[in-house]
């Protein structure tokens, strides 16, 4: 079986123990990806947001292990996901339960073009944090930016790290725009 992992962020270049072969390809398929979810430590993370238009060619590399449920729990704990949260927040091409929409169309095209028999990604939804409260929305772009003017320090510098660190192909709006609000060039050769 030939299961392809798609990347755009830390996975590419933090895989830690995710079993995957160590050369990640930069011709993956083309996806709404963007700096949009919030993480517990302050980070503006990269997810895929469904309305966005503008696309970039994710990154792809091959699973080391033989089954799509192998594939999906490690790639939940690499997320640092509860394993209870990998049938919604980590996704699967082919998958009969899930409506196909233009994500996993984009997907499914690009796989069969390559003979990829199966396909695995994190799929966590965009979010921000308004005072106590989780929005499962984007941040506009005037709120990113005033969130990571706002970190603490640390936070800040783990942010910074992040979107630098992030492969140079995945050339979002946002990132644009922390750029040149912050300086933050990417650091990755990738």
């Not at 990640?24 to 963007?34: A, H, M, Q």
């Not at 049938?87 to 082919?94: A, F, L, V």
């Not at 028999?117 to 499962?136: D, Q, R, Y």
Request: hydrophobic share 35%; proline share 7%.
């Amino acid at each position: 079986m030939k299961i392809a992992c798609l990347g755009w962020g830390s996975l590419v270049w933090d895989p830690r123990e995710l079993p995957v072969q160590e050369k990640w390809f930069e011709d993956g398929p083309f996806l709404p990806i963007e700096l949009a979810r919030q993480s517990k430590d302050g980070r503006l993370t990269l997810v895929i947001v469904e309305e966005n238009e503008i696309l970039v060619r994710s990154l792809w590399t091959l699973f080391t292990v033989s089954t799509i449920d192998d594939a999906r729990l490690a790639l939940c704990q690499r997320e640092g996901m509860p394993d209870k949260n990998k049938d919604r927040d980590i996704h699967i091409w082919p998958n009969n339960n899930v409506p196909t929409n233009s994500i996993t169309a984009e997907i499914e095209r690009w796989a069969r073009s390559l003979d990829v028999t199966a396909v695995v990604w994190t799929g966590l939804s965009p979010k921000i944090k308004k005072g106590n409260k989780e929005e499962n929305r984007a941040p506009t772009l005037v709120e990113a930016i005033s969130h990571l003017h706002n970190l603490p320090q640390e936070q800040r510098r783990n942010a910074e790290r992040y979107i630098r660190m992030t492969p140079r192909q995945i050339d979002t709006p946002y990132r644009r725009h922390f750029e040149a609000e912050f300086g933050w060039t990417p650091l990755s050769e990738i």
